[in-house]
Nanobody, 121 residues
Framework: QVQLVESGGGLVQAGGSLRLSCVAS????????MGWYRQAPGKQRELVAR???????NYADSVKGRFIISRDNAKNTVYLQMNSLKPEDTAVYYC???????????????WGQGTQVTVSS
C-alpha cells in the first residue's frame, strides 16, 4: 500500500524555525495535492498549507508570510518551512496526500501519523 512518514517536529522557542518533511512511499503511480494540517488540543484539525503537483500553493491566513510549503516530486516529498513560530502554532502536524496508486486499491487520500510541534513563549 502507501505510507506517509513525517519528521522534523520538536520543541522550539517563539520566533524560532522548524522544517517538517513528509515522504510518501509504496505503490504510487503519481501524487496529486499534498498538504499540511494541524490539530491543537481541544480544537478541530485545520489546513495549514497545500500544494498541487504543478507548484501552486495556498495557506491559512494565520501562517501566511511565515510558513512556506514546497515539494520534490522526484522524491515524493513535501516540506513545510516554519519561521517566526508562535506559541499558538503548537499542535500535532499531519501530512496529507492524494495518491494515484499503481492499483485501484492503493489510490486515495492518505495521512501521516503526525508530528508534534511545541512552541514555548
Amino acid at each position: 500500500q502507501v505510507q506517509l512518514v513525517e519528521s522534523g517536529g520538536g520543541l522550539v522557542q517563539a520566533g524560532g524555525s522548524l522544517r517538517l518533511s513528509c515522504v510518501a512511499s509504496g505503490s504510487i503511480f503519481s501524487i496529486g495535492p499534498m498538504g499540511w494540517y494541524r490539530q491543537a488540543p481541544g480544537k478541530q484539525r485545520e489546513l495549514v498549507a497545500r500544494i498541487i503537483s504543478g507548484g501552486g500553493t495556498n495557506y491559512a491566513d494565520s501562517v501566511k508570510g511565515r510558513f512556506i510549503i514546497s515539494r520534490d516530486n522526484a522524491k515524493n516529498t513535501v516540506y513545510l518551512q516554519m519561521n517566526s513560530l508562535k506559541p499558538e502554532d503548537t499542535a500535532v502536524y499531519y501530512c496529507n496526500a492524494r495518491i494515484l496508486g499503481v492499483t485501484m486499491t492503493s489510490s486515495g487520500d492518505y495521512w501521516g501519523q503526525g508530528t508534534q510541534v511545541t512552541v514555548s513563549s
